[in-house]
Nanobody
Framework: QVHFVESGGGLVQPGGSLRLSCAGS????????IGWFRQAPGKEREGVSC??????????ADSVKGRFTISGNNNTNAGAVVLQMSGLKPEDTAVYYC???????????????????WGQGTQVTVSS
């Protein structure tokens, strides 16, 4: 069983920055893609970003490209990722979940059902 420890959520003003961290059961997460989904009230879960373990390939939702950066999930940080968020907007407000999968699809990376492991979530609120 995989367990994640997520941290870094909170309240920030529009235009501000936050850094989300996720640490999972390292050895169990070898060769997994790890990333983040988010869910705002009344909306479906949305894929935010994901990073591979072998080549470090990254994936981003169009809504966050250029503002969010994902890193980690490599030899020195196996099973751990960081999501650096800047230029935050009110529409980024959501619960952010750390996720992982061994069976990754480049075309369906943002599909929630493709991820077997989910964290408990951390709240991000962007408001003045």
């Amino acid at each position: 069983q995989v367990h994640f420890v997520e941290s870094g959520g909170g309240l920030v003003q529009p235009g501000g920055s936050l850094r989300l961290s996720c640490a999972g059961s390292g050895s169990t997460l070898d060769h997994h893609h790890i990333g983040w989904f988010r869910q705002a009230p009344g909306k479906e879960r949305e894929g935010v970003s994901c990073i591979g373990s072998s080549d470090g390939s990254t994936y981003y939702a169009d809504s966050v490209k250029g503002r969010f950066t994902i890193s980690g999930n490599n030899n020195t940080n196996a099973g751990a990722v960081v999501l650096q968020m800047s230029g935050l907007k009110p529409e980024d407000t959501a619960v952010y979940y750390c996720v992982a999968t061994h069976f990754f699809s480049t075309t369906a990376w943002a599909t929630p059902t493709g991820y077997a492991y989910w964290g408990q979530g951390t709240q991000v609120t962007v408001s003045s």
